[in-house]
């Protein structure tokens, strides 16, 4: 992991778990080699002191070597192991989550269409005012309230035949149920008789439009 990188005092570990490994190794041979020549030479000669001092010897030479080994190999493992943890804490790993807003869809306009409904009322020559004024409230309620006073919406003896919008694509599907409207875009109106451009759209204003 820290390849390439330049520690102060990385060198002088290697060298002092070097040293441990070595001189448990040295000691284990001279120990053992001691000792055992004495054990030997007590059991020829007949000196059982000899013998006792040759068996502790080796056992000493044995429990040195493992100490100074172990100490050497704990220091190595920790340079293997614990690599990160000699790094500074800006540049040690660090769990790094993004959160990132869902994508926003940009939807193709819909239309509802009260044509159906008005048809019956217009060949009779007696359209329902009533009935209109529902469907320019709900126009109402699908562009926001700030917006009731513009003229596409104060239409008089106009009928409101379609509406056309963008649902906005962060707030659910990009059809017909869909109404919310998409910011910075135009929501258009058909009436009977039309209005002449620009009385027939009103732009829906948002933090994001680019100014003109």
């Given at each position: 992991m820290?390849e390439g990188?330049?520690?102060p005092?990385?060198g002088?570990?290697?060298?002092?778990?070097?040293?441990?490994l070595g001189?448990?190794?040295?000691?284990?041979?001279?120990?053992?080699?001691?000792?055992?020549t004495?054990?030997?030479?007590?059991?020829?000669?007949?000196?059982?002191?000899?013998?006792?001092?040759?068996?502790?010897?080796?056992g000493?030479a044995?429990i040195?070597?493992?100490?100074?080994?172990?100490?050497?190999?704990?220091?190595h493992?920790?340079?293997?192991?614990?690599?990160?943890?000699?790094?500074?804490?800006?540049?040690?790993?660090?769990?790094?989550?993004?959160?990132k807003?869902?994508?926003?869809?940009s939807?193709?306009?819909?239309?509802k269409?009260?044509?159906?409904?008005?048809?019956g009322?217009?060949?009779s020559?007696?359209?329902?005012?009533d009935?209109?004024?529902e469907?320019v409230?709900?126009?109402?309620?699908l562009?926001g309230?700030?917006?009731?006073?513009?003229?596409a919406?104060?239409?008089n003896?106009?009928?409101?035949?379609r509406?056309?919008?963008h649902?906005d694509?962060?707030g659910?599907?990009?059809d017909?149920?869909?109404?919310?409207?998409?910011e910075?875009?135009?929501?258009?109106?058909?009436?009977i008789?039309?209005?002449?451009e620009?009385?027939?759209?009103?732009?829906?204003?948002?933090?994001?439009?680019?100014?003109?």
């Amino acid at each position: 992991m820290l390849e390439g990188f330049d520690i102060p005092g990385l060198g002088t570990l290697n060298a002092v778990a070097a040293f441990f490994l070595g001189t448990a190794i040295l000691v284990m041979i001279l120990g053992l080699g001691y000792g055992m020549t004495l054990f030997v030479s007590g059991k020829t000669g007949g000196g059982s002191q000899r013998t006792t001092k040759g068996l502790q010897t080796s056992g000493l030479a044995l429990i040195g070597a493992a100490v100074l080994g172990s100490i050497g190999g704990m220091i190595h493992w920790s340079m293997d192991r614990g690599d990160s943890e000699l790094m500074p804490v800006e540049a040690q790993p660090q769990e790094i989550i993004i959160d990132k807003e869902p994508a926003s869809v940009s939807c193709p306009a819909v239309t509802k269409d009260f044509t159906d409904e008005l048809e019956g009322l217009l060949d009779s020559g007696e359209p329902d005012h009533d009935m209109n004024d529902e469907h320019v409230q709900w126009a109402v309620e699908l562009v926001g309230e700030e917006y009731a006073d513009e003229t596409a919406l104060t239409t008089n003896s106009n009928l409101l035949q379609r509406v056309s919008w963008h649902p906005d694509g962060e707030g659910g599907d990009c059809d017909i149920s869909n109404e919310t409207v998409q910011e910075c875009t135009e929501v258009s109106f058909e009436h009977i008789p039309n209005l002449p451009e620009p009385s027939n759209t009103i732009f829906i204003e948002g933090s994001e439009c680019e100014e003109s």
